[in-house]
């Protein structure tokens, strides 16, 4: 659901920030957009689920915290797991680029 609201806000013209480093240009974009399918595939559903609202509906941990039923810490928490996660599978893909 993630990857699919990305794409879609691709389509618009809308930049998602937070996660990647997104140049302004719409074809840069798109490249960085489909960097990040494959890590974001990998992750579990619940964790898809955070970040898609937070970089895509900008909700404020508090709110997605309640949602989960949660601390906000353990949102924070999560988040910082998940983008360190993510950088590293990125990282790992543009060595195999090389």
Known sequence: M???????TARRGEFAT????IEPDRDDFLTQLNMVDEPLATLPLEDRQVVEAKYLE?????EIAERLQTSEKAIE??????????????LEGLKHDE
């Open 2 to 8: 993630a990857l699919k609201r990305l794409h879609e």
């Open 18 to 21: 937070g996660i990647i480093y």
């Open 58 to 62: 900008g909700a404020p941990v508090r």
């Open 77 to 90: 928490s999560r988040l910082v797991r998940i983008r360190r996660k993510l950088k590293a599978e990125l």
